[in-house]
């Protein structure tokens, strides 16, 4: 054995990602592992460890690219937004389309993307207060300009004024996390409801038939008469 193969520091942990390519896919790899693990647990229950071992990367390497599990969290839900967003825009193309066409489109973009009104329940209390400046004005950014583009691909779509669809995507989210909240009480609550109080036991709520002929009336009466 040569003596520089003798002296050659031995290379241990993660190997770091110096290329801009690299810390790019790194990056990605770690969102869709926080996207995986949204699937089975809730944002309370998932831990940056858990991440990390997703990803196949050391827990220190995480906070490299996201300082913290809300900034982490941030990211995914601009991804779930770009989801909702490019449904609408690909949804609405065009001009003349009815309330009820309007209504369907921006419900099926809401309730599409898996754990997106999970996650903006979280949004002011959890995730933009522990995410940091930095990532914060980044989303609020993005968002804007998102909201911008949908919100004028409604107005068209419904021969609206401009601003009206910017706040027609607010409320719809603000109703579709209202009305998801109410159809998804704990399991143990109605298990004992049902034990206890059996008179007491409702019909689930249809969150999507109800979202529906919500946004349907509030844009009815936005649109021209």
Known sequence: MSSAAVDAPVRTGTPKARAPEAKQARAETLLQAAEAALLEASYHDITMLQIAKRAGLAKGTVYLYYPSKQALFLAVLVRKLDQCFDA???????????????????????????????????????????????????????????????????????????????????????????LQQFASPPAEVIQQIAERAPELKKHPLDVEAELTDSLADLIRAKMPV
């Open 88 to 178: 609408v825009e690909t949804g609405l193309k065009g001009e003349d389309k009815s309330p009820e066409e309007i209504a369907s489109v921006l419900t099926r973009a809401i309730l599409g993307p898996h754990a997106l009104l999970a996650l903006l329940s979280l949004l002011f209390t959890q995730l933009e207060p522990g995410a940091g400046i930095d990532a914060l004005i980044d989303f609020k950014r993005q968002l804007a300009g998102r909201m911008a583009v949908a919100g004028a691909t409604i107005e068209r779509a419904g021969g609206m004024e401009p601003g009206v669809g910017s706040t027609l995507l607010t409320r719809a989210n603000a109703l579709a996390i209202g």
